[in-house]
């Protein structure tokens, strides 16, 4: 598969570029950003924390948690309430499945629009 186009004058050349997302019933439910902002989670055990890594506000990032929820119909990350050490988020087994799926998926999707 060509990767590069040039076009018609010849000065420059077109690069073709995708990328990969989960949709279901036509909803965008999981993509990159998605799966970064899951991994952070899991690394970070936090919400917030991960939230202000990816630089966008805890409450995006726990409506993006939850829209996606919503759409699947699984629990992705379970959240425990503080005490004395705080409270954590923890990322479900069906998020990690998700989750390698997804980059299974997309290091292959990447690996053959590489191919020439």
Known sequence: MQNEITPYDGSQKLQVCAKVWFELDGRRVFGEGRAKLLRLVQETKSINLAAKKKGISFRRAWGIIKEMEEILGVTLVEKRRGGVGGGMAIVTPK??????????INTEFKRSMQKK
Not at 95 to 104: G, N, Q, V
């Open 95 to 104: 998020a990690l499945e998700l989750i390698e799926s997804y980059e299974k």
